[in-house]
């Protein structure tokens, strides 16, 4: 098993910045990326960024590219999203999840994700 442990959200007005963490602990060595999914009101949850855990091969959704960023800590088995520019329509709540599927093309593809963690609030203002 693989816990999933995030924290970082919160309030920001539209322009601003928040970071995500992302702290795994269990299994790691069980899982080849982690990810960071969505879900808005009403919305399907969606994948927004990925990482492999071994090579750091960044993958993203569109309506993040270019003000999102995702990392890793390998010796802290930590993941960060770095989010920049937020819009209101950033506005959902943010789930990390770790992919146990050792392909890259698995990464953005949300239902397949493994060990999810509790989800956090983020709420962006106009």
């Known amino acids: 098993q693989v816990q999933l442990v995030e924290s970082g959200g919160g309030l920001v007005q539209a322009g601003g910045s928040l970071r995500l963490s992302c702290t795994a602990s269990g299994r790691t060595f069980s899982f080849h990326a982690m990810g960071w999914l969505r879900q808005a009101p009403g919305k399907e949850r969606e994948f927004v960024a990925g990482i492999s855990w071994s090579s750091g091969n960044a993958y993203y959704a569109d309506s993040v590219k270019d003000r999102f960023t995702i990392s890793r800590d390998n010796a802290k088995n930590t993941a960060y999203l770095q989010m920049n520019s937020q819009k209101p329509e950033d506005t959902a709540v943010y789930y990390c999840?770790?992919?146990?599927?050792?392909?890259?093309?698995?990464?953005?593809?949300?239902?397949?994700?493994?060990?999810w963690g509790q989800g956090t609030q983020v709420t962006v203002s106009s």
């Open positions: 999840a770790a992919l146990a599927d050792p392909s890259d093309a698995a990464i953005p593809l949300a239902y397949e994700y493994d060990y």
